[in-house]
């Protein structure tokens, strides 16, 4: 860093300005700052990258800062980054680079459209080209390219939270000579491996069935949908998945391609098309069933005396644009009592889970305060709920946790809105 020499000024002897004599101590000036001694060949490379150039639009106005929810537990945003970068910052080897949910509440702000959604997904593309990819990522990123999920579990396990189930679900792969079905559930990864998920997931098959839903899943054969590989730069594996994925969409005949997850939504509608060349008639669930709501309402019975609040993921709101079909289903819920959080909508706060952050705990951990799940929980506290909805197939563990690390465990109950519904209809279920 240059040092500035504030002490330096320059004085003329005999000066006379317009008329008027300012000789000596009058025209005293400052010599002018130096301010270019910076190594600012990090923000070249950045605004060089595709989708990259923006970053140097950035005029550092901060409108981005007050909404990142990560300088919110932290110090980040784009303001910032791009102040490190104009001072020297390498990005490609800095913390900074994985910090980023890619949860878009920095671009609603910006008057100079400055995208981390693109910046952040080039930037990290070149880091894992360079080998700079932080461990606990790499071993995600590994597990999906070996096994097709996260988790490293073998492909056969998707379909174990189908064992002892009695509910019937057609798993599309197992017939000889599958029939079109109306709607084809992309599970997911967290529905199909996760305990809690597996909870969800069990939830919106009997829904579906009281809702005579002709529906077939992809059994073994789904794989993880890539959303988040994209977003943390590893581009030739999201291409990959969707190349298998979109095989598999082709492959069984079906009208509407219905999703848990909306990460899976955000990549089946905005990316995929580029890698298959298929548009898909897409929904998340909460969608589908949002379209069925007086049928759904009169299945309701049973009360659900709760107060409940809800999280807006920012893969369904701020990125799809979608706020009102969840809020649909829970104004639908018989004996509930709802309160929005202040952060809710297109002000919705980040769980911390997008853009990779799922897998980054750690290294997020080092820079920030808190998670920004464990904040998120302590506002749903704030607001008086008792039930914290979701409908991200990320969130129940993500909040789960966080309820347990703020000492909240049996004040706050985290459900997906698929669960309370559920329950609602039914008596087999556990509120
Ligand atoms: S809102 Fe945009 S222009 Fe303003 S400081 Fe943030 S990135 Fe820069
Ligand atoms: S996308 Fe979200 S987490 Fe990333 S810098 Fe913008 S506001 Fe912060």
Request: a negative charge; glycine letters at 8%.
């Amino acid at each position: 860093m240059s040092e500035h020499k504030y002490e330096k000024w320059i004085q003329k002897d005999n000066v006379v300005i317009d008329g008027i004599d300012i000789s000596g101590e009058w025209n005293k000036m400052y010599e002018p700052r130096e301010i270019t001694e910076y190594d600012i060949t990090g923000l070249e490379k950045v605004r060089e990258l595709p989708g990259g150039e923006s970053m140097n639009w950035c005029y550092q106005c901060a409108q981005c800062i007050g909404v990142c929810p990560v300088d919110n537990v932290g110090s980040y945003g784009p303001r910032k980054i791009f102040r490190k970068l104009q001072t020297g910052m390498d990005l490609f080897t800095h913390d900074d680079l994985w910090m980023c949910t890619t949860c878009s509440n920095c671009l609603r702000v910006c008057p100079k459209e400055v995208d981390m959604m693109k910046i952040m997904p080039a930037a990290r593309e070149q880091a894992v080209l360079n080998g700079h990819v932080p461990a606990e990522l790499q071993d995600m990123l590994q597990n999906v390219a070996e096994y097709g999920n996260p988790m490293g579990d073998s492909a056969r396990k998707r379909v174990k939270w189908l064992k002892k189930f009695d509910e019937p679900v057609r798993d599309l792969t197992k017939e000889n000579d599958p029939q079109p079905v109306d709607v084809l559930w992309y599970v997911s990864d967290y529905f199909s491996f996760h305990g809690r998920g597996n909870d969800a997931a069990k939830s919106m098959v009997r829904v579906f069935n009281r809702l005579n839903v002709d529906f077939g899943i992809l059994g073994k054969e789904e794989k993880c949908d890539g959303d988040s590989q994209r977003l943390v730069g590893e581009t030739g594996l999201f291409e990959e998945l969707a190349e298998h994925n979109g095989a598999q969409f082709d492959k069984y005949d079906h009208n509407k391609l219905v999703v848990s997850d909306p990460h899976a939504f955000n990549a089946f509608k905005k990316f995929y098309p580029a890698v298959t060349g298929s548009e898909y008639n897409l929904q998340h669930y909460t969608q589908f069933l949002a379209e069925q709501i007086d049928t759904i309402s009169k299945l309701m019975k049973r009360p659900f005396p709760k107060k409940v609040t809800f999280h807006d993921p920012c893969y369904l709101g701020r990125h799809n644009g979608e706020y009102d079909a969840p809020r649909k289903l829970l104004n639908a819920i018989p004996g509930i009592e709802f309160s929005e959080m202040y952060r809710c909508k297109e002000q919705g706060y980040c769980c911390g889970g997008g853009g990779g952050g799922m897998w980054l705990d750690g290294l997020v951990a080092d820079h920030t305060t808190e998670r920004l799940s464990e904040n998120r929980v302590k506002e749903a506290i704030e607001v008086g709920a008792e039930v914290l909805a979701v409908c991200c197939p990320y969130e129940v563990s993500r909040f789960e946790d966080a309820v347990k690390s703020t000492n909240n465990d049996g004040k706050l109950k985290v459900m997906d809105i698929i669960e309370i519904m559920d329950y609602c209809m039914g008596d087999d279920a556990e509120a």
